[in-house]
């Protein structure tokens, strides 16, 4: 399940399942995305980008979709493994600025 | 060379210590950025050099200073720093200001 509060966004999955981990924006302007996975003790780890002329983009059993009426962005991994356990972040950028805004991160657990 | 390096690993400091990060990158990008990680929180972006010049400084104490001595370097020199910021130190770099930025391992700093 997942659970939104004062401590890190967590979502349990069981291992061989698929997970979805969602992220909202509120940059109307923004029109670069990237999933980072951060592992403990290690920097965040690029996964997969994706720009706004493009609503969904495929990586090796990672899918990353855009909406962006609703401002919204998922990132899906398909038959998860106990190495995808970590923190995801999702980062957006607009064209005219030269920094990206993380979202708060979701913690993956993935359970045996 | 398709890594960010940063040195050193650990770093523990008193608060009238005078100590230094270091970032290196061999991929030829030209836009390097300092970030400071707390616990269960994104990164929050301090700096950004774009062609060696800083382009960008989210309001940060003066008792940081950032130095990019040539494109492949990036120091973080720390002075009189407080025990609050204890944080891990990230690095990253981009080809560009709108390309997708690679993060080095970080530098865990703990002042006493």
């Known amino acids: 399940g997942e659970s939104v509060g004062l401590h890190l966004p967590t979502l349990s999955v069981q291992e061989g399942d698929n997970s979805i981990i969602n992220c909202a924006y509120s940059?109307?302007?923004?029109?670069?995305f990237i999933w980072y996975k951060q592992e403990s003790g290690k920097g965040p780890q690029f996964i997969i980008d994706?720009?706004?002329?493009?609503d969904k983009r495929q990586g090796q059993r990672v899918t990353v979709l855009l909406n962006k009426t609703v401002k919204h962005l998922s990132l899906q991994i398909a038959a998860t493994q106990p190495g995808d356990s970590a923190v995801y972040f999702c980062a957006e950028k607009d064209n005219y600025g030269q920094n990206f805004v993380f979202g708060p991160g979701t913690r993956l657990s993935v359970l045996p | 060379d398709t890594e960010v390096t940063q040195t050193p690993k650990h770093l523990v400091m008193g608060m009238t210590n005078k100590k230094s990060l270091k970032c290196e990158q061999h991929?030829?990008?030209?836009?390097m950025y300092w970030y400071k990680q707390k616990a269960k929180k994104p990164p929050e972006l301090m700096f950004v050099y774009s062609y060696e010049k800083l382009s960008i400084n989210e309001s940060v104490p003066s008792r940081f200073s950032p130095e990019c001595p040539n494109s492949s370097l990036l120091n973080l020199h720390l002075h009189a720093l407080q025990p609050e910021d204890s944080a891990l130190y990230l690095c990253?770099?981009?080809?560009?200001?709108?390309?997708?930025?690679?993060f080095g391992p970080g530098t865990r700093l703990t002042v006493l």
């Open positions: 990253a770099s981009s080809q560009s200001a709108h390309n997708e930025q690679f």
């Open positions: 994706i720009r706004s002329n493009m």
């Open positions: 940059n109307s302007a923004s029109d670069y």
């Open positions: 991929m030829g990008h030209r836009a």
